[in-house]
């Protein structure tokens, strides 16, 4: 019976995987043509939010890097090999102008496409990556399942871009202005459901627009510029952690993703993602991750 589980876990196991590198071949096959994150999300089998933040703690770079990377690198040989002129070859991997495609080609060789074919000229390359898992496991990780109905909360709110790179500064930015404007004391006192704590909710439905909450679950009114949000019914996988923020609660949810996901039988649901800080001193945090779930389906891969 033990066999059997294990044997079942580890098929689980590679489809999640299969489905990942499935995404990252359909890259490969349409390097020259839009890619649709809502297109590699599908493939995975996850929300387009979720397959962004899997790809970059398990690729170590936000995917529009990687896209960048894996375009200029195949560009470089082009030039190298070809007589393509530069405007020609810009409108091939999707740049509607030289200048930024020029700017691009720089950001990953440091010098402009038209250097490329002098002779000795040097190019960088980044080859396509594929994922696999590595056994590690060395630090416990306290987590537990619970289902929660709908509960609302209240907060401030910052809208988030579908392509989350550009939304590196957003968050920061409604933590300073929390912090500067003293609504973190006075959400703090408004809180009377739970989960009790302060509550970064990352709202990012597909077909929805998306936002990031600092909140808290109330059932006091949303006066301007608070704004109100009902976090709807899921199954959450709930891990504990303490330590200076948010490096630490950014650890926690890369181990996450790299560790436990993988193996745990289970798949990102479509839903948000919450950090609940238990209390208010960053630096030595007590703090929760929730991700929402769903029991992994066999046969998946696309």
Known sequence: MKYNQKYRKDLETMEWIDRLNASLNYIEEHLTEEIRIEELARIACCSSYHYQRMFTYIAGIPLSEYLRRRR?????????QSEIKVIDLALKYGYTSPTAFNRAFQS???LAPSAVRKPGCSVKTFPPISFRITVKGVEEMNYRIEKKK????????????????????????????????????????????????????????????WKYFIS???????EAPLEE???PAFTWAIFSGEGVCPQA?????????TEWLPTSGY????????????????????????????????????
């Not at 200029?72 to 190298?80: C, K, T, Y």
């Not at 808290?216 to 949303?222: L, S």
């Open 72 to 80: 200029m690198s195949i560009a470089a040989v082009e030039l190298q």
């Open 108 to 110: 990953v060789h440091g």
């Open 150 to 209: 709908a509960f609302r909360i209240v907060g401030l709110s910052a809208p988030m871009k579908s392509n989350t790179e550009e939304n590196f500064s957003v968050v920061p930015q409604l933590w300073g202005r929390a912090a500067e404007e003293g609504w973190i004391g006075k959400l703090a006192a408004m809180m009377n459901a739970q989960p009790m704590g302060i509550l970064g909710v990352s709202a990012c439905f597909e077909n929805e627009n």
């Open 216 to 222: 808290v679950a109330t059932d006091q009114p949303a």
């Open 229 to 231: 949000y009902v976090v």
């Open 249 to 257: 609660i950014q650890d926690l949810e890369r181990r996450i993703v």
């Open 267 to 302: 798949e990102y649901d479509n839903g948000p993602d919450i950090e609940v800080y238990l209390e208010p001193d960053p630096s030595q945090a007590r703090f929760e991750v929730w991700i929402p779930v769903v029991r992994a389906q066999s046969g998946n891969v696309q």
